[in-house]
Structures are given as structure tokens and as C-alpha cells.
């Protein structure tokens, strides 16, 4: 199932590709520990089709350290310009882009100052996706992303990419945006599949205020209930068994962004021939506040 066919839109002005030192900038690895580099591939799965393809990677893949029993909670913060610069290089799809977000895994209502986060620079170079973060207590990512502050730490490393981070919030000027959550069923690889790693996110939702993790706020679906977001992340590719189980179970691939999804799906932007249609919503049970 793939989203409807619309006429993309596109705005007034496009945004300039970034400076050849800025790339080089943007491009640096501050810690080898919080790097990673993969190529990634969407599909979205009508919710009937979840208990099959699980039955299928549990005999040939291991649950990650939180992934069994229902998996586990994925809460990220974006951020972007004011003009909605990051969405639209997605948009677009400029050869290289990037996004700002803090994420949490977990329980959001248990979320105070001390939590650890994340803060992760996420970017596209080509086909290559690769993602860098520190993690740091809740606290101080708000002073860091939301108050332009440099933050002490002992490595000169991490040093270097919190800087970068605060020169991209400041040049920028980017602010909280959206924020996505959803619940996420995790695999890895193992033996010949080392390196594999395969997700599936349940009832996709988000909001558009109110982006404290812990916020007494109310989400709303951003996909479908009866629809998830499946990906296979790879080092190098991702091994035929794989896709050709994708091909049995008539999965296609898709360019769906939670991100953009979520500015979408509020209003933010007009809907692009990338957003899931609004007709696959019906009959989609409805979250309560509990729920959210």
C-alpha cells in the first residue's frame, strides 16, 4: 500500500545548497562511538501483515536489547528554520540534507531533567545515511538546542560536535518544530547479518506545541493506526532473503518521513506526493489522551 499520487508543491524560493565549507563542516565525525553510516529502505505494512513478517524475522534475526516483548517508545524532538528549510531539502530531495532532533527512547511521561537523551545530527549524503549523537541528560540538550549554550565535556571530540550543533541552531536560527512518537519492534542481525538491522514502528503519532517529552500534551495519528513504517538498515546491502520476503509480502517501498509527515499532517506545509493520504485514515481508531 503507498501513499496517493498528488502535484508536489514547492515554495517560493529554494533553498541554497550549503557551502562547500560548510559541507566539510557538517561532514566531520567528532566520536567513532557515535557515528553510524547505512543505507536505509522504507516500506509502510498494513498492520495485518505485522504478525507475518515478524514470524519471519524471529527465525532469522535477534530481538535488539529492547525489542522483545512489544518493543519500546521512540520520541524525537525536530527542529528546522522558520521556513521550514530541513523539510524542504527532504521535500526536494537534495543530494545532501540534513536534521537537527533530540530523541528519547522510553517512556515519555517518565521524562525529567536528568533523563538521558539524545542529540543527533542526521543526514543524507547521496545514498548513504549517516548519523551522529551524544547522549546527554535532558537538561542540558535544552540548554544546548534550545538555549544556544556550549556545554563542558572532557572529550575533544564530543567537544567538536556540540559545537557544530551550536553553530547550526545559532547560524540558523532553528527552533522545535514537530515531534513524532511511535512504538518500535527492533531486530539485528546475526552470523552473515551482522551489521543488519530491521524496525518496525507502530501507531505513528506527533503534535505541533508543547515539545517538553514529558508535556501533559496531546498527539495525534500522523499515519494511519492500521498502517506501520517498516525499515532495513544495512551497512553494505541488504541481503536477497530479506527483500525478496519484502516481495512476498508485497511491501513497497516508499519515501514516507516522520518528519515531514508530521509538519504535514499539521499543517505546516502542503501535502507533497510523499504524504500517506488522508483517506487511508478512515476507520482508524482514534487515540485517547492516555494513549498519546
Known amino acids: 500500500m503507498g501513499p496517493a499520487m498528488r502535484m508536489p508543491f514547492r515554495r517560493a524560493a529554494t533553498p541554497p545548497e550549503p557551502a562547500p565549507d560548510d559541507v566539510g563542516h557538517a561532514l566531520r565525525a ?5 557515528a553510524f553510516n547505512r543505507y536505509e529502505i522504507k516500506y509502510l505494512l498494513p498492520s495485518t501483515e505485522i504478525p507475518r513478517l515478524r514470524e519471519e524475522l524471529v527465525a532469522r ?10 518493543g519500546y517508545g521512540v520520541w524525537s ?6 521556513d521550514l528549510r ?4 527532504k521535500i526536494e530531495g537534495l543530494k545532501f540534507r540534513r536534521k537537527l532532533r533530540v530523541r528519547h527512547y522510553g517512556d515519555r511521561f517518565s521524562v525529567g531533567d536528568d533523563t538521558l537523551v539524545h542529540v543527533e545530527i542526521k543526514q543524507r549524503v547521496n545514498r548513504v545515511t549517516q548519523k551522529r549523537r551524544i547522549a546527554l541528560p535532558y537538561h542540558v540538550a535544552r540548554d544546548l538546542c534550545d538555549g544556544r549554550q556550549m556545554i563542558e565535556t572532557g572529550s575533544s571530540r564530543d567537544r ?3 559545537e557544530e550543533i551550536v553553530e547550526l541552531v545559532s547560524s540558523l536560527d532553528l527552533r522545535p518544530v514537530a515531534m513524532t512518537g511511535y512504538q518500535r519492534e527492533a531486530f539485528v542481525g546475526r552470523d552473515a547479518d551482522t551489521g543488519l538491522r530491521v524496525t518496525m514502528d507502530h501507531r505513528l503519532r506527533g503534535r505541533d506545541r508543547d515539545f517538553h517529552f514529558g508535556a501533559d500534551a496531546e ?3 500522523i499515519v494511519p493506526a492500521n498502517l506501520s513504517v517498516v525499515e532495513f538498515k544495512a551497512n553494505e546491502r541488504v541481503p536477497y532473503w530479506l527483500t525478496d520476503l519484502a516481495a512476498r509480502l508485497s511491501m513497497s517501498v516508499v519515501r514516507v518521513s516522520k518528519y515531514c509527515q ?17 483517506d487511508l485514515f478512515a ?5 485517547s489522551l492516555s494513549e498519546a
Open 283 to 287: 476507520g482508524s481508531p482514534a487515540l
Open 219 to 221: 498527539n495525534r495519528l
Open 160 to 162: 567538536a560536535f556540540l
Open 61 to 70: 534475526l535477534d530481538f535488539d536489547s529492547h525489542g522483545a516483548n512489544g
Open 86 to 89: 530541513f523539510y524542504w531539502e
Open 262 to 278: 508530521s509538519v504535514e499532517s499539521f499543517g505546516r506545509a502542503p501535502r507533497s506526493i510523499f504524504h500517506v493520504s488522508d
Open 30 to 34: 567528532p566520536s567513532a562511538l557515535h
Open 77 to 82: 524532538t525536530y527542529y528546522d528554520t522558520r
